[in-house]
């Protein structure tokens, strides 16, 4: 089959003639064969291809004449989408491939109708826009095939009915519910079961391998291939999924769950209300009790306090005392079995949570605004992620733009566990000589200097300049980010874009229409998002990402590591660092007509040692220091 995908991508094949723009790719046509291999040998390939390489194309051709059973992971549900409803039909058209496909995403994602009948039931509503977002959710249900949220776009990501309208696993009545041959998520599981190839996203995909219970389980035995795309999130993805976690939103939905299931059994409310009542107040007494703390820390640092230990201990018992509550009423109804499970693993979940005394794994909390999180999160991933794809007996093909450290993939394969994996490292096929430019402005002082972030607004006005706008600023804090959106209000002529002012495709959409705005862009500004063109013709990265040294996951993974010998910082925090600034730095160039420059700020690229590693990871930009070469860069017509 390698020989025939290369020649399908290649100048006289079917995507040279119909794909309008489609431009055959050496790179591109290269990865197709090593997919098609790993695909036949069922091996581990990690294949990092440089943007426009055209891998999307590039392992959905193999998948699709192999003939062998693929599930497809995405990094993101939008990228999901656009592979799904884009890509996919695109190549199937052109393969002419008869072969079934179905989209999967997290029950989350799916209305459940026995949910939306008790929210209209209860018709307890905060605001009357949640009562006409709820006629809106009601008018969709009739009409929808899917029940896929994405639908209705016209309703917030983030509504607080979306959460009371669609299930959880633990909410979940499955085949006693009354609507279940009507259900949403049935279906959808129906089809991935009987497709040859599934859409899935890496969050599903690890809450399935990690037996999370998503309900989707049926899926993936049989799969013969598995290609995560946008592979470079496995590791911490991977992580949050293997962690046990209880969360204040868990307990106080199983308090209003158990209300709702006991309204419809006769008697049942009136012995269960006051071992439910107990569970809200005692949430917000612990959360109370954990403000004197630090928002993120080590489980150690809270454990001994005597308030603490006191809430700790008063919500195990109130759970214990509801779930012996409902073990009398477990038979009456489906939905009572269901919160009685539910309560029994919870406290089951808190007391092994609170026992922090496992070598295995790092206990530690994080707190928001009005909730927390208790969690317990394997300090080694490899041994799982090892196990879990022996037992697959599948091809496990990962790729994205960056994986690799200075050409080498120690780093990533050490994390997954993968042991000599067959690997591949495309350069972009973008002329990065004429295109792009890094400018490392001279002078600035260490990062750690008060004045910082006031010294990089200053270095980057004469770039800013030059570009007439048309940036992005990334930076590595929001403390930064907030110094100089103040620092460069009303003081620069273009429009400002800055990050939490206005939700992310709002702004986003805004900076894109603008032509000439800079946008402010901290963490999740530094990957999956794409602007070609003019709109955006410089980057800025104020600091090298490393992660923050309080995370008590991080901070335990690096004791391991020194206690086995190893330089922690070079085996760990360097390598998460140039795979962040390489998302970062992946912004610039997005499209073979882009233009700009990458102004990378931290001294430390030149006077540290380990700064030669960041920038031999980056892509092959010519460097300077001096700013009229910047500027002269700026002057010159694309067509000079």
């Given at each position: 089959?390698?020989?025939?995908?290369?020649?399908?991508?290649g100048?006289?094949?079917?995507?040279?003639?119909?794909?309008?723009?489609?431009?055959?790719?050496?790179?591109?046509?290269?990865?197709?064969e090593?997919?098609?291999?790993?695909i036949?040998?069922?091996?581990?390939?990690?294949a990092?291809?440089?943007?426009?390489?055209?891998k999307?194309?590039?392992?959905?051709?193999?998948?699709?004449l192999?003939?062998?059973?693929?599930i497809?992971s995405?990094g993101?549900?939008?990228?999901?989408?656009?592979?799904?409803?884009?890509?996919?039909?695109?190549?199937?058209?052109?393969?002419g491939a008869r072969?079934?496909?179905?989209?999967l995403?997290?029950?989350?994602?799916?209305?459940?109708?026995?949910?939306?009948?008790?929210?209209?039931?209860?018709?307890r509503?905060?605001t009357?826009?949640?009562?006409a977002?709820?006629?809106?959710?009601?008018a969709?249900?009739?009409t929808?095939?899917?029940g896929?949220?994405?639908e209705?776009?016209?309703?917030?990501?983030d509504?607080?009915?979306w959460?009371r309208?669609?299930s959880?696993?633990?909410?979940?009545?499955?085949?006693?519910?009354?609507?279940?041959s009507?259900?949403?998520?049935?279906?959808?599981?129906r089809?991935?079961?009987?497709?040859d190839?599934v859409?899935?996203?890496h969050?599903?995909l690890?809450?399935?391998?990690?037996?999370?219970?998503e309900g989707?389980?049926?899926?993936?035995?049989?799969?013969?291939?598995?290609?995560?795309?946008e592979a470079?999130q496995?590791?911490?993805?991977?992580?949050?999924?293997?962690?046990?976690?209880?969360?204040?939103r868990?307990?106080?939905?199983?308090?209003?769950?158990?209300?709702?299931?006991?309204?419809?059994?006769?008697?049942?409310?009136?012995?269960?209300?006051?071992?439910?009542?107990?569970?809200?107040?005692?949430v917000?007494?612990?959360?109370?009790a954990?403000?004197?703390?630090?928002?993120?820390?080590?489980?150690?640092?809270?454990?001994?306090?005597?308030?603490v230990e006191?809430?700790l201990?008063?919500?195990?018992?109130a759970l214990?005392?509801?779930?012996t509550?409902?073990?009398?009423?477990?038979?009456?109804?489906?939905?009572?079995?269901?919160?009685?499970?539910?309560?029994?693993?919870?406290?089951?979940?808190l007391?092994?949570?609170?026992?922090s005394g496992?070598?295995?794994?790092?206990?530690?909390?994080?707190l928001?605004?009005?909730?927390?999180?208790?969690?317990?999160?394997?300090?080694?991933?490899?041994?799982?992620?090892?196990?879990?794809?022996?037992?697959?007996?599948?091809?496990?093909?990962?790729?994205?733009?960056?994986?690799?450290?200075?050409?080498?993939?120690?780093?990533?394969?050490?994390?997954?566990?993968?042991?000599d994996?067959a690997?591949?490292?495309?350069?972009?096929?973008?002329?990065?000589?004429?295109?792009?430019l890094?400018?490392l402005?001279?002078g600035?002082?260490?990062?750690?200097?008060r004045?910082?972030?006031?010294r990089?607004?200053?270095?980057v006005?004469?770039?800013?300049?030059?570009s007439?706008?048309r940036a992005?600023?990334?930076?590595t804090?929001?403390?930064?980010?907030?110094?100089?959106?103040?620092?460069?209000?009303?003081?620069v002529?273009?429009?400002?874009?800055?990050?939490g002012?206005?939700?992310r495709?709002?702004?986003l959409?805004g900076?894109?229409?603008?032509?000439n705005?800079?946008?402010l862009?901290?963490?999740?500004f530094w990957e999956?998002?794409?602007?070609?063109?003019?709109?955006?013709?410089?980057?800025?990265?104020?600091?090298?990402?490393?992660?923050?040294?309080?995370?008590?996951?991080?901070?335990a993974?690096?004791?391991?590591?020194?206690?086995?010998?190893?330089?922690?910082?070079m085996?760990?925090?360097?390598p998460?660092?140039?795979?962040?600034?390489?998302?970062?730095?992946?912004r610039?160039?997005?499209?073979?007509?882009?233009?700009?420059?990458?102004?990378?700020?931290?001294?430390?690229?030149?006077?540290?040692?380990?700064?030669r590693?960041?920038?031999?990871?980056?892509?092959?930009?010519?460097?300077?220091?001096?700013?009229?070469?910047?500027?002269?860069?700026?002057?010159?017509e694309?067509?000079?």
């Amino acid at each position: 089959m390698s020989d025939a995908v290369a020649e399908l991508l290649g100048e006289e094949g079917p995507f040279a003639r119909e794909v309008p723009g489609f431009v055959p790719r050496e790179v591109q046509q290269t990865m197709a064969e090593a997919v098609a291999e790993a695909i036949d040998q069922r091996h581990a390939l990690i294949a990092e291809a440089g943007t426009g390489t055209g891998k999307t194309f590039a392992y959905l051709v193999p998948a699709l004449l192999s003939g062998k059973r693929i599930i497809i992971s995405t990094g993101t549900k939008a990228l999901q989408d656009q592979l799904f409803h884009r890509d996919l039909p695109r190549v199937r058209s052109v393969l002419g491939a008869r072969l079934s496909t179905a989209l999967l995403k997290g029950r989350a994602n799916y209305l459940c109708l026995h949910r939306l009948d008790q929210a209209r039931s209860d018709g307890r509503f905060a605001t009357r826009e949640q009562v006409a977002q709820l006629h809106t959710i009601h008018a969709w249900s009739s009409t929808t095939q899917s029940g896929d949220r994405a639908e209705l776009a016209e309703l917030p990501e983030d509504s607080p009915l979306w959460p009371r309208v669609t299930s959880t696993t633990e909410n979940c009545l499955g085949s006693e519910c009354p609507m279940f041959s009507d259900c949403f998520v049935v279906k959808a599981r129906r089809a991935a079961q009987e497709a040859d190839l599934v859409v899935v996203n890496h969050h599903l995909l690890f809450a399935d391998l990690a037996i999370k219970q998503e309900g989707f389980g049926e899926i993936l035995p049989g799969a013969q291939a598995f290609i995560l795309d946008e592979a470079h999130q496995i590791p911490e993805l991977a992580g949050q999924f293997f962690s046990i976690t209880l969360t204040a939103r868990q307990l106080t939905e199983l308090a209003s769950d158990t209300l709702a299931e006991a309204a419809a059994v006769s008697g049942a409310l009136g012995t269960l209300q006051a071992a439910v009542e107990a569970i809200a107040p005692g949430v917000r007494r612990l959360r109370l009790a954990l403000d004197r703390f630090p928002t993120k820390a080590a489980f150690v640092v809270v454990e001994t306090d005597p308030e603490v230990e006191r809430e700790l201990e008063a919500m195990r018992v109130a759970l214990d005392e509801l779930a012996t509550a409902l073990a009398a009423h477990a038979e009456r109804s489906r939905g009572l079995d269901a919160v009685h499970e539910r309560a029994v693993q919870m406290c089951a979940r808190l007391v092994h949570l609170c026992d922090s005394g496992s070598r295995d794994s790092v206990h530690w909390y994080e707190l928001t605004a009005q909730g927390f999180a208790l969690h317990a999160t394997p300090l080694d991933l490899s041994q799982p992620l090892r196990e879990l794809r022996e037992q697959s007996h599948a091809a496990w093909i990962f790729t994205s733009a960056t994986l690799s450290i200075a050409g080498r993939f120690d780093h990533f394969a050490r994390q997954l566990g993968l042991e000599d994996p067959a690997s591949l490292c495309l350069d972009s096929p973008f002329d990065y000589a004429t295109q792009a430019l890094a400018y490392l402005p001279p002078g600035l002082p260490e990062p750690s200097a008060r004045d910082y972030t006031e010294r990089v607004v200053e270095a980057v006005m004469p770039v800013l300049e030059a570009s007439d706008g048309r940036a992005f600023l990334l930076f590595t804090s929001h403390r930064a980010l907030r110094r100089a959106a103040e620092l460069l209000d009303g003081r620069v002529p273009w429009p400002l874009f800055v990050q939490g002012t206005v939700p992310r495709h709002q702004l986003l959409s805004g900076f894109r229409e603008s032509g000439n705005g800079i946008l402010l862009g901290a963490a999740s500004f530094w990957e999956g998002v794409d602007v070609a063109g003019e709109a955006l013709s410089v980057v800025v990265i104020d600091k090298l990402p490393f992660a923050a040294p309080d995370d008590p996951v991080l901070v335990a993974r690096l004791e391991v590591l020194r206690e086995s010998g190893l330089n922690p910082f070079m085996e760990w925090q360097i390598p998460n660092a140039v795979i962040a600034l390489k998302q970062g730095a992946g912004r610039l160039i997005r499209d073979i007509s882009d233009r700009g420059v990458l102004v990378l700020c931290d001294p430390r690229l030149s006077t540290k040692a380990y700064g030669r590693t960041f920038l031999a990871s980056l892509p092959t930009f010519p460097r300077t220091s001096d700013l009229p070469t910047v500027k002269a860069f700026f002057a010159k017509e694309p067509s000079d």
